[in-house]
């Protein structure tokens, strides 16, 4: 749903999560709005692109924009400050480096990480997406995986 910057808006944001467990917040026009996306498959988390999200109880929160720039002004991007701006640098260029030196093994990434563990394969960087089950089975085995979130629509190009 799109607003122009000088309507006023009341926005409802929801605490969501998908089945990993990811939890995010979700911004809607309404509570119907909500439930019409989500029977939809609208709602997809940003870290898994999985669909299935659920709504998490929380305290109800409005965020209500009463700020309105003079009529004819034009409306200007949030303005970060250095510091965030060098960090969100820094993530980018660590994702960038992470999908250009790694392969992208998908689903199959547990089974490949034991292959390298032992020594089935040549050791090489890989990446991939497993459950938390998987996970924990890999720790018990000594396996030292760690989770670092890139959404499947950053995959191909992070600005």
Known sequence: MLFRA???????????ACEQNHRFEGWFGSEDDFLSQSARNLIVCPLCDSV???????????????ARPPAGARS?????SPA?????????EMARHVMENTEDVGEGFAEEA?????????E?????????????ELADEGIDVFQLPLPTSRKTTLQ
């Open 6 to 16: 000088d309507e006023c808006c009341t926005m409802k944001v929801y605490n969501l």
């Open 52 to 66: 299935k999200v659920d709504r998490l109880p929380s305290a109800p929160h409005l965020n209500l924009s009463a």
């Open 76 to 80: 200007q991007p949030p303005q970060h």
């Open 84 to 92: 965030v701006a060098q960090m969100q640098k820094r993530l980018a």
């Open 114 to 122: 034991r292959r390298i563990h032992y020594k089935e394969v040549p």
């Open 124 to 136: 090489h960087g890989i990446r991939g997406v497993a459950t938390a089950e998987e996970c924990d």
